[in-house]
């Protein structure tokens, strides 16, 4: 079965319908038709890759409410924010494993929340190995869209999350190119690293509408470009033969103004012009998450006018569209 453009792509599996990165997400995206999965990971304290969207755990996991790590509650800085709460690097994978997983958004999506608490937290080779299974019972191609969070903080605790990545998709053989693999990160560093190391891969550098990356600005203080510059022509040119192509936050592309119009961007434009492919984070079809223009009367969990802000995103030409409900994103991108 040919591969559709824009991939439509499961972001943290489905979690418009089931908590975020657990079996059953990721089951549903499967099932309902996704190109690819997006699994976000970080470390645990003997250096398991645990797919969760943080390393602080309180708002997805049930951990608050386990009595036995309640003196594990801690502050910490992490990428120059101040979170208060509990941290994968501070358990063991035996520990984690025993946490259930929860819905990040109950208050909108109640629905999902009714899973809470059934399911246990998953590893990046679980989640490896269930697609090469989907892949085999569906007979078609599905991908892994792999996000490392956090390398420099992860560093400076001294792991290198490079060499945990290599080492795992390497034993679960997602590293040779065989099966569809894209590598993305907020952080470049880690994303060259990799490449150093042989991983087979497409490569795709994450950028947020605002802000500096976390490992520029460590290295190179104010001196180091913003996403902004970086998503600019200039900042594009340095990308190429760097990287395959970039995946920015969906204002970048809807550009909107101070009161929620659509306004106009080039950034999918440049982009090709310079052999760079684009994708886009993260279509949903909630009030909450539309900008002003495309939100209909009713509570913030209500859905608004998404399909008139899903067709700009369309229309401007991206390569690949995460979703956090893969019914209506395969419908609609696939139509």
């Known amino acids: 079965m040919p591969r559709r453009t824009p991939l439509v792509i499961g972001h943290r599996g489905a979690p418009g319908y089931r908590p975020e990165h657990s079996r059953s997400s990721y089951d549903l995206a499967l099932e309902l038709g996704v190109d690819g999965v997006e699994p976000d990971i970080v470390v645990s304290s003997d250096g398991v ?8 755990i309180s708002g997805t996991t049930d951990i608050a409410d386990r009595l036995e790590y309640k003196d594990r509650r801690t502050t910490k800085t992490v990428d120059g924010a101040e979170l208060t709460g509990w941290f994968t690097e501070d358990f063991t994978w035996d520990e984690l494993s025993t946490l259930g997983c929860r819905e990040r958004l109950p208050a909108l999506r109640p629905s999902s929340a009714t899973f809470d608490d059934l399911q246990p937290v998953l590893r990046l ?14 007979g078609r191609e599905i991908g892994v869209v792999l996000e490392i969070k956090h390398a420099t903080y992860f560093a400076s605790l001294g792991w290198d999350i490079a060499e945990l990545v290599d080492a795992e998709l390497r034993a679960a053989g997602w590293a040779a190119g065989a099966l569809p693999l894209t590598i993305e990160s907020f952080e470049s560093t880690v994303l060259f690293r990799l490449q150093e190391r042989g991983i087979r891969a497409s490569y795709i550098y994450l950028l947020e509408a605002a802000g500096r990356p976390f490992d520029l600005l460590s290295q190179q203080g104010r001196a180091a470009l913003t996403y902004k510059q970086t998503a600019a022509p200039k900042g594009l040119d340095g990308l190429v033969g760097r990287v395959d192509g970039i995946s920015v936050d969906k204002r970048m592309i809807l550009a909107p103004d101070k009161l929620g119009r659509l306004g106009s961007s080039t950034v999918v434009a440049d982009a090709h012009e310079r052999g760079l492919r684009v ?7 909630e009030n909450s998450f539309l900008i002003g223009q495309f939100r209909r009367r009713g509570e913030p969990a209500a859905f608004g006018d998404w399909q008139a802000e899903w067709a700009v995103i369309r229309d401007a030409g991206i390569d690949g569209v995460f979703v956090d409900h893969p019914d209506l994103g395969v419908a609609f991108f696939g139509s």
């Open 279 to 285: 994708f886009t984070w993260t279509c949903r079809p």
């Open 125 to 138: 080779r679980d989640v490896l190995d269930l697609v090469r299974d989907a892949s085999l019972a569906q």
């Open 49 to 56: 890759l645990v797919v969760r969207h943080e390393n602080e």
